[in-house]
């Protein structure tokens, strides 16, 4: 069993940084690919981020490619996403996910958290 806690979200300008965490709790964490997807009102949730259980291989969205960056710190339980040079489209409750695979589909992944809302303003 896992359990997940996202922090961190909130309204930040257009061109700044966020920097999002998600604590992790239960069983053998760190064994799990951890990842990051949001959703927009009215839009289906999408991939964002996946970090291997290891925390070397990583891959993104083309969306936020070179943009954000995601990492976890297993010795405190965290996963971070760092957002920067954050966009209007960026806005969505971003999740925090826990899996089995190194995946981008959702399927993939046994574990969510409840949300945290990032705004993205002019």
């Known amino acids: 069993q896992v359990q997940l806690a996202e922090s961190g979200g909130g309204l930040v300008q257009a061109g700044g940084s966020l920097r999002l965490s998600c604590a992790v709790s239960g069983r053998t964490a760190s064994t799990y690919a951890m990842g990051w997807f949001r959703q927009a009102p009215g839009k289906e949730r999408e991939f964002v981020a996946v970090v291997s259980g290891s925390g070397v291989v990583r891959s993104y969205a083309d969306s936020v490619k070179g943009r954000f960056t995601i990492a976890r710190d297993n010795a405190k339980n965290t996963v971070y996403l760092q957002m920067n040079s954050l966009r209007l489209e960026d806005t969505a409750v971003y999740y925090c996910?826990?899996?089995?695979?190194?995946?981008?589909?959702?399927?993939?992944?046994?574990?969510w958290g409840q949300g945290t809302q990032v705004t993205v303003s002019s």
């Open positions: 996910a826990a899996g089995r695979k190194f995946a981008v589909v959702q399927g993939h992944y046994d574990y």
